[in-house]
């Protein structure tokens, strides 16, 4: 309490001992001190304020947008879980879905061969058929055909690994497909 008297009495000489202008200075400038120190303190408040606004719509967005593409997620999860069954089931016929394919698309394939290869450190198989010189097609049976081989929404485990295709030279409407190459995969024996 005696250092509290003490600066009290210090503080009353030292304003007793001031001039009346010098008084009315210091009072002008401890105001202006306050005053500067409740703007700035509120501009600062208003920056954060801001700031924190503007991380909560950030992350309302991105909410949105893994409630949005959440539904399009579980999709491709389901569509690679049925891959994956056909896999393992071994009921993929390379050869047979291939010339359905062709029938479908209004054309037919002849001498296909199909090639095994085992995938290193797995059971898995991989089987290619390899399509060449069909010729004499047009643009809507080439995409029928590849349409067919690996689905409308792509369900299948069937793949166009190698597209080769040009335009005919005497007749440029049509198509001939140079090399062709589809892939799939099934559960084969264990490989080295």
Not at 105 to 121: M, N
Not at 151 to 170: A, P, Q, W, Y
């Amino acid at each position: 309490m005696k250092l509290i008297d003490n600066i009290r009495s210090r503080f009353s000489e030292m304003w007793s001992a001031r001039s009346a202008s010098e008084k009315r200075l210091l009072v002008i400038t401890a105001c202006v001190a306050l005053v500067s120190v409740i703007v700035l303190s509120s501009v600062f408040m208003k920056r954060k304020q801001k700031r924190l606004e503007e991380d909560i719509a950030k992350y309302e967005n991105a909410i949105d947008e893994i409630n949005r593409i959440g539904p399009d997620y579980r999709a491709a999860v389901a569509r690679e879980k049925e891959a994956e069954q056909k896999l393992k089931s071994g009921k993929t016929s390379l050869l047979t879905t291939i010339s359905k394919a062709a029938g479908a698309a209004g054309f037919e394939l002849k001498d296909l061969d199909e090639k095994s290869k085992p995938v290193k450190g797995t059971d898995v198989e991989q089987k290619r058929v390899q399509i060449e010189n069909v010729k004499k097609l047009d643009v809507d049976q080439v995409h029928k055909f590849f349409e067919e081989i690996e689905g409308k929404s792509n369900k299948r485990s069937i793949h166009i690994e190698k597209l080769h295709v040009k335009t005919r030279f005497d007749e440029p409407e049509l198509l001939d497909i140079k090399n062709v190459e589809a892939v799939t995969w099934v559960k084969g024996k264990q490989s080295s």
